[in-house]
């Protein structure tokens, strides 16, 4: 039997989840998040670290510096903007904030 599928069910693609730190807040519903990844080098099998920044929408503001967040891949909403915040994950702590 064919199966039916439900018309109000949206059925979406996988999308991109990563996981990293809010670098700065400043901009308006923006936030920019750096994502670490670790690797071993191709050649020489060294563990390098390589960090890439995201901007990312976040609609009530509540990400701050220093939090780590949790953000998804999303259409594009600005000319940098292509993620979104969907947690915050961890809160950074008031001296990590001053220093």
């Given at each position: 039997m064919a199966e039916t599928v439900n018309p109000t069910e949206v059925v979406r693609g996988n999308r991109k989840v990563r996981v990293g730190e809010v670098v700065s807040n400043k901009m308006t519903k923006t936030?920019?998040?750096?994502?670490?990844?670790?690797?071993?080098?191709?050649?020489?099998?060294?563990i390098v670290t390589?960090?890439?920044?995201?901007?990312?929408?976040?609609?009530?503001?509540?990400?701050k510096i220093g939090d780590t967040v949790r953000i998804e891949e999303t259409r594009p909403l600005s000319k940098l903007k292509r993620w979104k915040l969907i947690e915050v994950v961890e809160r950074a702590t008031e001296t990590a904030v001053a220093a």
């Open positions: 936030i920019v998040v750096r994502v670490e990844r670790r690797f071993p080098h191709p050649q020489y099998k060294k390589a960090y890439k920044k995201f901007y990312a929408h976040d609609e009530k503001a509540e990400a």
